[in-house]
C-alpha cells in the first residue's frame, strides 16, 4: 500500500496525559499537512510542513499542540496535557506542490483520539 | 462569518435524482476549489477540483462563480453509492502558503 498512513488508528488515554501520533506520507510528496475534525464538522487545518521546514503554524490550537518533521519523511503530531476537548479525529493529508494552489490532497485513514 | 459555509442537510433524495450542492466563501483572494467526499469514518477523498469554466466528470459537474464567491456541485442520476458528507475546499493565500479551509460538509442520503 502506497498510501498515506497514520499511527495509532486509535488512542484512548487520560485526560492530562501526553500522546504522539505518526504519518507517514506518499513517498514522493514533499507536502505533509495536519488536520483536527470533530463530528458534524470538515477538517480544520492545524499546520503544514514543506520537507523539513514547517510553513505555517499559527492554526495549531493552542501552545499545547506541536508537530515534527525532522527528515523531511514521516510527520509527529503531539498533544501535552491533553484535556477532553482534544477529543477528535486527527487526519494526515501529503502532496506534491509542483502544481501551486491546485495540489491535490492525500489523507490518510486518521487517528481517532477519545481523552477520557 | 464562517470563511467557508455549506448546508449540512442532509439531502434525501432518491435513486436517479438530480442533487445540487452549493458552497460559498468569504474570502475573495481564494486561489483554488475543491470538492471532497468523505464516507462515515473515513477519510476524505478528491472528488474534483473546481475551475472558472466550470466542469464535468461523468455524472459530477462543478462550477465557480467567482464575483458571487460560491461554488456548486451538481450530481445527475444519483446512485446509493453516491450516499456520503460532501466537502468543499478553499484554498486561500496566506503568507506565501495556501491554507485550505474546509467547509462542515454537506450530507447526501440516496435512498431505493
Known amino acids: 500500500d502506497t498510501g498515506v498512513s497514520q499511527d495509532p488508528r486509535h488512542k484512548i488515554t487520560k485526560r492530562g496525559q501526553n500522546v504522539t501520533f505518526r504519518c507517514d506520507p506518499i513517498s514522493e510528496h514533499n507536502r505533509l499537512y495536519w488536520y483536527r475534525q470533530t463530528l458534524g464538522q470538515g477538517p480544520e487545518f492545524l499546520t503544514y510542513?514543506?520537507?523539513?521546514?514547517?510553513?505555517?503554524k499559527s492554526r495549531l490550537l493552542s501552545d499545547r499542540f506541536s508537530a515534527e518533521r525532522p527528515k523531511g519523511s514521516f510527520s509527529t503530531l503531539e498533544i501535552q496535557r491533553t484535556e477532553q476537548g482534544d477529543s477528535a479525529m486527527y487526519l494526515c493529508?501529503?502532496?506534491?506542490?509542483?502544481?501551486?494552489?491546485?495540489?491535490?490532497?492525500?489523507f490518510g485513514p486518521g487517528t481517532r483520539l477519545l481523552v477520557l | 462569518r464562517k470563511e467557508v459555509e455549506q448546508d449540512p442537510g442532509p439531502f434525501n433524495v432518491p435513486e436517479g435524482a438530480t442533487v445540487a450542492f452549493n458552497c460559498t466563501y468569504s474570502n475573495s483572494a481564494s486561489q483554488s476549489f475543491f470538492w471532497y467526499r468523505q464516507d462515515c469514518r473515513k477519510e476524505p477523498k478528491l472528488l474534483m477540483s473546481v475551475y472558472s469554466s466550470g466542469n464535468e466528470d461523468g455524472r459530477f459537474t462543478a462550477q465557480l462563480n467567482r464575483a458571487s464567491q460560491y461554488i456548486s456541485l451538481l450530481i445527475r442520476d444519483s446512485k446509493l453509492s453516491d450516499s456520503a458528507t460532501y466537502l468543499c475546499?478553499?484554498?486561500?493565500?496566506?503568507?506565501?502558503?495556501?491554507?485550505?479551509?474546509f467547509g462542515r460538509g454537506t450530507s447526501l442520503i440516496v435512498h431505493p
Open positions: 493529508a501529503s502532496s506534491r506542490n509542483d502544481r501551486g494552489p491546485r495540489e491535490t490532497q492525500y
Open positions: 475546499v478553499v484554498n486561500g493565500a496566506s503568507g506565501g502558503s495556501y491554507i485550505p479551509t
Open positions: 510542513f514543506q520537507n523539513e521546514a514547517q510553513l505555517e
